[in-house]
């Protein structure tokens, strides 16, 4: 039988994972939000159940179960609930510099059933590698391979491939994120939220418009713009509003004076304090705390 030389065919990587760098399931309330943020390798969001708001470049997208975003490395987004139903979500994050990975940018997918099995499949063998996957947004540990069974990086590897190449391949179920006007009031709304709980979160700071604006990644003007138009007043008036409702409260129980209380509230002296609280209540501290006491 005559010989035959059979040529290897190198295979082709369109999509190559070099690694991962975060894996979560998250169980969230109607109220989680996080602010802005930035890394330098791609992230995978989906949205297991519920409902959520991601917000990318100023443009907001809702998301439903069973859809899935990505964010590409340096895009700043942000993910907002509805405020009506918690959710859940499965947040992948992973090192790659293919340049097909482009393909996903600006868009959201409706997974199938393969797509989902391939998902389902990931989860099930990155609880097997890890353990308990992390479900708290603060926990920014590394991953811990050294427990995991033999070949579970390199199937989490072939897991999101196929599912990242099965999606490229799909002409149906894709939804361009950044269009129309809805796209970006949906987006106002979301970040308006997201500032407005970081204000209500830090009323014991001494917060200036340029730290809400580093936080945030927000030009001032822009952010003005956008509380007048939301809220109809500046983000350091609607702040200093807070204040004074939280320096109400402080002066009704009793705890504190009003020396203690204006060093709580962060302003820089009590003559600040009292002039702020009087601007808005109409008396000063003093005369309100009296007032409560007869």
């Known amino acids: 039988m005559e010989n035959m030389d059979f040529r290897m065919h190198k295979i082709s990587r369109e999509i190559e994972i070099e690694g991962f760098n975060s894996i979560y399931y998250f169980e969230f309330g109607k109220d989680f939000s996080h602010p802005p943020e930035r890394h330098d390798f791609w ?3 989906y949205v297991d159940s519920g409902e959520i708001n991601a917000v990318t470049g100023g443009i907001g997208r809702r998301l439903t179960q069973g859809e ?3 964010h590409r490395p ?3 987004h942000a993910h907002v609930s509805n405020k009506i139903v918690p959710n859940s979500m ?3 994050s992973f090192t790659t510099h293919s340049p097909d990975m482009e393909f ?4 959201v997918f409706t997974l199938d059933k393969t797509a989902k099995t391939l998902l389902r499949l990931f989860m099930e063998e990155a609880r097997r590698a890890l353990g308990e996957l992390p479900s708290e947004y603060t926990n920014k540990n590394p991953l811990d391979f050294s427990d995991a069974e033999y070949g579970s990086f390199q199937l989490l590897e072939c897991y999101l491939t196929e599912l990242l190449l099965i999606l490229h391949r799909q002409d149906t179920g894709i939804a361009k994120v950044f269009d129309g006007v809805h796209s970006r009031e949906l987006a106002e709304s979301s970040i308006i939220e997201l500032i407005t ?3 209500a979160e830090n009323l014991y700071t001494p917060l200036t418009l340029s730290d809400v604006c580093s936080k945030f990644f927000i030009g001032k003007s822009q952010l003005c713009k956008l509380f007048a138009d939301h809220l109809g007043e500046g983000p350091i008036e609607y702040f200093l509003k807070l204040k004074t409702a939280e320096a109400k409260r402080l002066l009704g129980s009793e705890k504190y004076s009003v020396t203690k209380i204006s060093d709580m509230l962060g302003y820089s002296s009590i003559h600040n304090f009292s002039r702020a609280f009087k601007k808005s209540v109409g008396i000063s501290p003093t005369e ?6 007869r």
């Not at 996903?104 to 868009?107: A, G, L, P, T």
């Not at 309100?288 to 006491?293: C, D, M, V």
């Open 288 to 293: 309100y705390k009296k007032k409560l006491n």
């Open 43 to 45: 992230e995978l969001v």
């Open 74 to 76: 340096m895009e700043l």
């Open 104 to 107: 996903f940018h600006k868009k």
């Open 68 to 70: 899935v975003i990505f």
């Open 197 to 199: 709980a970081y204000l």
């Open 90 to 92: 499965i947040v992948i």
